[in-house]
Nanobody, 123 residues
Framework: QLQLVESGGGSVQPGGSLRLSCAAS????????IGWFRQAPGKEREGVSC????????NYADSVKGRFTISRDNAKNTVYLQMNSLKPEDTAIYYC????????????????WGQGTQVTVSS
């Protein structure tokens, strides 16, 4: 069964850091782009970052550029999102999702989704 599982969420103070992990089971991530998305209460789900299957292409939402870094370790079948200089507006449930090869903007182009992990940034 194809499954993505996020972990690493939690509560931090503004300026703090977290590293989210997206681990795949039931399939090899080698051929898949992985996107990170987030949804805050009362808001639509939005794209945060994405990494192509090769790792050669990455992209970030303007709101997280310079603060978040996406990476992948195909040997561990895992994609990471390093989040630094966290702000209260980063508070949301973070999801990872997969699609074949390349990153795209359209959320509905992603096939498999994890269950999400909560990130709360508050003093």
């Amino acid at each position: 069964q194809l499954q993505l599982v996020e972990s690493g969420g939690g509560s931090v103070q503004p300026g703090g850091s977290l590293r989210l992990s997206c681990a795949a089971s039931g399939f090899a991530l080698d051929y898949y782009a992985i996107g990170w998305f987030r949804q805050a209460p009362g808001k639509e789900r939005e794209g945060v970052s994405c990494i192509s299957s090769s790792g050669g292409d990455t992209n970030y939402a303007d709101s997280v550029k310079g603060r978040f870094t996406i990476s992948r370790d195909n040997a561990k079948n895992t994609v990471y999102l390093q989040m630094n200089s966290l702000k209260p507006e980063d508070t949301a449930i973070y999801y990872c999702a997969s699609r074949f090869r390349l990153c795209v903007t359209a959320i509905d182009e992603y096939d498999h989704w994890g269950q999400g992990t909560q990130v709360t940034v508050s003093s």
